[in-house]
């Protein structure tokens, strides 16, 4: 096991990591009302808690990833009204968005997602347990939480009883007090509806997530993860349901992602919490947050211009409690970044013949250790490797780990020039190849560079490879007549078509990017 140190919201400090049991760790991670197709906003959680699961199993633990679904809700249900569809088929359709955004970004880790509607039994009976406890209370239908009852309510957020305003709908004139909310709401004419003890009617938004976490991590698990918009109200009530009914924590680590704003820079696209107007907001808000309710559009064509392993390494180039400033230049500037480790791959496998990308990475902290003897490539690549785990182990720093990841590139490119591997092709590759392999290990752990990325494969392509073929002959013939002018032309109009030249000892390279 690692020195892994958690910030903790409910603390608002670091803490050492201690599971609720030995080796295993349950975390649950707040999903999308899918009620409309995902936007990038969506795909911060999932990346971050992917890579969070992989860091902890890579660091010994067996680990439980939840993510659930809220497929009953009020933009649900005017969702469907206004497309003459039925609840389910407008979240079936969101769902399936969804899953195929989060497989683009190479979100594999999630272990659950369940679904509101399909745990309704377990809500119901969760909130009845609340009634007999006497933390709720019945008003012709509709059940509220009685937040005067929870003397620790408002912990997570720091916020008097007295601050809070409690959502309630319609029913809301029925409440005992203003910060009272609801856990069970009475259905409206030609609403979507369970039968309940109090009635037909449907949950609220917060007592679907404490029933699905009991569900399957248990009373109280490890860590609950979610955007910082969600700590008032959603978790803070999370928090009042399940210790009032338990009688135990909840949950040992609060973690909250700082959430992605629009680059004003870019134009303003987001705007307000999508699910309350009192969520709270990060500090120093150069943006809107990114929300569809401020514009921002579904990921299928993102992703078709910039590529999922762009996306989602443009989301963990910083450390995740911070906010993320989105616009495609910065996406854009991510994948110049990619560029770097796509080259040093095509290098390895002109010197040794070998892929990177069939590379198996270690799964443990154990298994990928170095002996670096005097090897100075190895005492390089150990010296950044333990660096790399330092930062993660400090809290997740992604952000720290990717600059150990360019380190460990500029030493293995420069070993390669100093040892002259390309035009030595007797050369001992094998310090080479512990490179690559710990350099797959650690880039795996951030679910990057699984697979290779695809090329043109059609026709189109053959006649692409002989006209650039053509062109650096050209340009090769400039050169050797000294027509310098005609040769940095070339050169330039290439790359206003985004096409790299490469000049080497052995001939001349080109590539996209």
């Not at 008097?160 to 203003?178: F, I, L, Y």
């Amino acid at each position: 096991m690692s020195n892994l140190r958690v910030y903790n919201t409910l603390s608002r400090t670091k803490e050492e990591f201690k599971t609720v049991e030995p080796g295993k760790v349950g975390i649950y991670l707040c999903g999308p009302t899918v009620y409309a197709e995902a936007h990038i906003g969506h795909m911060v959680g999932p990346v971050i808690f992917d890579t969070v699961k992989r860091y902890l199993a890579h660091s010994g633990y067996d680990v439980r990833l939840v993510v659930n679904i809220t497929d009953v809700d009020d933009k649900l249900i005017h969702k469907a009204n206004e497309r003459k569809m039925t609840m389910l088929e407008v979240a079936e359709e969101n769902i399936k968005d969804y899953l195929s955004n989060l497989a683009a970004l190479n979100v594999t880790t999630i272990d659950d997602m369940p679904r509101a509607t399909a745990c309704m039994d377990d809500i119901i009976k969760f909130v009845e347990d609340l009634i007999a406890k006497g933390f709720a209370y019945d008003v012709d239908g509709d059940v509220f939480f009685e937040v005067s009852k929870d003397p620790q309510y408002g912990k997570l957020t720091n916020r008097s009883v007295d601050a809070m305003q409690g959502e309630g709908g319609g029913a809301a004139a029925s409440k005992r007090s203003p910060g009272d909310f609801a856990l069970w709401k009475k259905a409206k004419p030609g609403e979507p509806s369970w039968d309940s003890p109090w009635g037909k009617g449907r949950p609220g938004w917060h007592i679907e997530c404490s029933a699905m976490s009991k569900g399957i991590l248990g009373e109280t698990f490890d860590i609950h993860g979610g955007g910082l918009d969600l700590t008032f109200p959603h978790h803070e009530n999370e928090i009042a349901q399940s210790e009032c009914c338990h009688g135990k924590p909840m949950v040992n680590y609060w973690m909250h992602n700082g959430l992605l704003r629009s680059d004003p820079s870019a134009g303003k696209i987001g705007g307000k919490a999508e699910r309350e107007k009192e969520a709270t907001p990060a500090d120093n808000n150069p943006g809107g947050k990114m929300s569809r309710s401020g514009g921002a559009g579904g990921l299928h064509s993102l992703i078709e211009r910039q590529s999922g392993e762009r996306i989602r390494f443009f989301l963990l180039r910083t450390h995740y409690r911070s906010t993320i400033l989105f616009s495609e230049p910065a996406i854009e500037e991510a994948g110049t970044g990619l560029e770097t480790f796509y080259r040093l791959f095509e290098r390895y496998e002109r010197i040794t013949g070998k892929s990177y990308y069939d590379i198996t990475p270690a799964k443990t902290r154990k298994e990928g250790e170095i002996t670096a003897g005097d090897d100075a490539l190895l005492g390089l690549l150990k010296k950044h490797r333990d660096a790399y785990l330092e930062k993660m182990d400090d809290d997740f720093n992604t952000g720290g780990g990717v600059s150990e990841l360019f380190e460990i590139v500029r030493a293995v490119n420069k070993s390669i020039d100093q040892e002259k591997l390309e035009e030595n092709k007797d050369a001992d590759t094998s310090a080479l190849d512990q490179a690559m392999a710990t350099l797959r290990e650690l880039t795996s752990i951030l679910g990057l560079f699984s697979e290779k990325p695809e090329t043109d494969s059609s026709e189109d392509a053959g006649l692409v490879d002989q006209l650039m073929s053509l062109v650096i002959e050209i340009r090769a013939n400039s050169r050797k007549k000294k027509d310098f002018e005609t040769s940095d032309l070339i050169r330039d109009r290439l790359t206003e078509c985004g096409i790299t030249l490469e000049d080497r000892k052995d001939g001349t390279l080109w590539r996209k990017g």
